[in-house]
């Protein structure tokens, strides 16, 4: 395996793992506002995670470029 297959599989699952856990604050924020409780630190951690999930994001169109 070349260098830059490394490279794309590793921010290929970033990106995936990113987006799982985004659905996953997403759920958790949609429970405690059912139950009636905060959500604020939760949706202040799900915009930190979108913040970073535009990043990985760029990183893997980036490498994709590479190729």
Same mark, same amino acid.
């Given at each position: 395996m070349? +260098?830059?297959t490394k490279r794309h599989d590793r921010a290929r699952r970033q990106v995936e793992e990113g987006?799982?856990?985004i659905d996953c604050q997403r759920v958790l924020i949609t429970t405690r506002?059912?139950?009636?409780e905060s959500t604020s630190?939760?949706?202040e951690l799900l915009t930190s995670f979108e913040c970073s999930q535009?990043?990985?994001e760029s990183d893997l169109v980036r490498i994709? +470029? +590479?190729e």
């Open positions: 070349n +260098e830059w987006r799982r856990l506002k059912s139950l009636g630190q939760c949706r535009a990043i990985f994709r +470029e +590479e």
